[in-house]
């Protein structure tokens, strides 16, 4: 039996039940989760629910989930799910480090994620951290607020131009490349990028408006594949971080690397915190007051390293890469759309184009399923 004051339940007469951990913006995910059939029991309150609340959710029954990435999706509820007869979970997010792929594998559950929808939102995020930081914006905002401005001065809140340096992307995936495009397009930064795969579409878009700007006369940007980390702190201006969150990636950017850095480099985060070692970045902003970050992510969300908060050249926000209508929208819908899916008997979308799932009348195939092949279910021909 269900708190009624932490869950809701709609359409009880369904025959599947999917259960939701958290409201989820708009109101077509919900009925993509009725019109499958399902009774969908959604988790209204806004503190984060543990795994044993989740567990006594999911109780002798469930067909599917979709859950958050504040919560830890590992063998305990996947054992849970697959008792209730599940089949499916979908994390309303694209990045699922919180989730174990292969205790979901090993119970048989499929996993979805929500990739596509957030690309240019989260990118843009990271664009805004980049001059709020540079420009610092937000020490000036208070600066206004607090009745301080008393005129025009010629050395008020110097910042940095970014115009015609050189930006540092890690991870050249969807968001690391979307980002790098704004800068290199906006601002006609040189693009130095590290990843362990080449990005060659990426690196051919940047040649094509090299080649444009010479034709208008301008300098022409560049762009290159470091072949280390460690290259592309030394070079740039402004280093912004992308790479999936693995054991592999934590505290990735160290006390040694932040070392590395030009003293009056920007370091954007808005993938996941523990890619830094905060309490190092702390110090380092500390000792170099021209040096500054830009976060949208924390290594210990939602706390802070002590002494973060007071640092002037840190400009912080709270998780908010995804965070506009239409892209938390089309998260919900493809989250509802993977659990519809996979209860349906749907095959596995491998294509990169996403957004045919936000149609009306979208392919009948579950829209990203991370174990799908593992799980055995088929790829969509169509
Ligand atoms: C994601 O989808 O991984 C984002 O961090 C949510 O904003």
Same mark, same amino acid.
């Given at each position: 039996m269900l708190n009624d004051e932490k869950w809701k339940a709609y359409n009880?007469?369904?025959?599947r039940r999917v259960v939701v951990t958290r409201q989820l913006p708009g109101e077509r995910w919900l009925k993509i989760l009725t019109e499958a059939g399902c009774r969908v029991d959604v988790r209204t309150s806004q503190d984060n629910p543990g795994t044993e609340e989740i567990t006594a959710a999911i109780?002798?029954?469930?067909?599917g989930a979709i859950g958050q990435l504040t919560e830890v999706w590992g063998d305990r509820l996947f054992s849970a799910l697959e008792r209730a007869g599940g089949k499916v979970y979908s994390n309303?997010?694209?990045?699922?480090?919180?989730?174990d792929v292969d205790a979901a594998t090993r119970h048989g559950i499929s996993v979805g994620n929500t990739p596509g929808v957030l690309t240019e939102t989260t990118a843009e995020m990271a664009v805004a951290l980049t001059f709020a930081a540079a420009r610092r914006v937000v020490e000036a905002d208070t600066y206004v607020r607090q009745g301080k401005f008393t005129g025009w001065l010629p050395s008020l809140f110097l910042g940095e131009l970014l115009h015609g340096k050189t930006v540092g992307v890690i991870g050249a995936g969807r968001i690391g490349a979307a980002y790098a495009r704004m800068m290199v397009e906006g601002h006609k930064m040189n693009l130095i990028y590290y990843d362990l795969c080449r990005n060659s579409a990426l690196e051919e878009y940047m040649a094509a408006y090299a080649d444009f700007l010479v034709s208008r006369g301008e300098c022409p940007v560049t762009c290159r594949q470091a072949g280390s980390l460690d290259e592309v702190l030394e070079a740039a201006d402004l280093v912004s971080l992308h790479p999936v969150l693995d054991p592999s990636t934590h505290?990735?950017?160290?006390a040694r690397r932040l070392g590395l850095m030009k003293k009056s480099a920007i370091l954007i985060n808005?993938?996941?915190? @523990?890619? %830094?070692?905060e309490a190092a970045l702390v110090r380092h902003c500390r000792k170099n007051p021209a040096f500054r970050a830009g976060l949208d992510v924390f290594e210990n969300e939602p706390e802070l390293k002590p002494g973060l908060s007071a640092l002037t050249n840190v400009v912080l926000a709270p998780?908010?890469?995804?965070?506009t209508g239409w892209t938390r929208e089309g998260m919900a819908v493809l989250a509802a759309r993977n659990v519809a899916g996979i209860l349906m008997g749907y095959p596995a979308w491998k294509r990169s184009?996403?957004?045919?799932?936000?149609?009306?009348?979208?392919?009948?195939?579950? @829209?990203? %399923?991370?174990n799908a092949e593992e799980i055995g279910i088929p790829e969509y021909v169509g």
């Open positions: 009880r007469e369904g025959d109780g002798d029954h469930c067909d309303y997010a694209v990045g699922y480090n919180n989730v505290h990735l950017i160290d808005a993938s996941r915190g @523990p890619m %830094i070692d998780h908010l890469g995804s965070a184009d996403i957004l045919p799932f936000l149609d009306d009348v979208p392919p009948q195939a579950a @829209p990203s %399923i991370v």
